[in-house]
């Protein structure tokens, strides 16, 4: 299985970024998709969720309102469009992958497969 993140960068804040993971390796509708993030010196954190078929998404309550989780499961990729960044959201971005059909499961422990991660870098 593999999981490639791509589309992170530097942006001012108040700025938008779209983070994209595609699959590979694995029946890509079978599975829900997480976002977490690492931030320097601090653990890693969800972000998002969203369900096998893309029905039902859960957010963090920092990020709520201002990014959206998304997928296409003919392309096998996971979007994170994030806007109105804020300093605070500079981190690592990671994608996961994981079979439970429970979305609430939303510690790093609950996914089994991981991407290498996308720097995003939020100036003010």
């Known amino acids: 299985v593999q999981l490639q993140a791509s589309g992170g960068g530097l942006v001012q804040a108040g700025g938008s970024l779209r983070l994209s993971c595609a699959a590979s390796g694995l029946i890509f509708s079978l599975y829900r998709m997480g976002w977490f993030r690492q931030a320097p010196g601090k653990e890693r954190e969800f972000v998002a969720t969203i369900s096998r078929t893309g029905g039902s998404t859960r957010y963090t309550d920092s990020v709520k309102g201002r990014f959206t989780i998304s997928r296409d499961n003919a392309k096998n990729t996971v979007y994170l469009e994030m806007n109105s960044l804020e300093p605070e959201d500079t981190a690592v971005y990671y994608c996961?992958?994981?079979?439970?059909?429970?979305?609430?499961?939303?510690?790093?422990?609950?996914?089994?497969?991981w991407g290498q991660g996308t720097l995003v870098t939020v100036s003010s």
């Open positions: 996961a992958a994981d079979r439970s059909l429970i979305l609430s499961q939303l510690s790093p422990n609950d996914y089994d497969y």
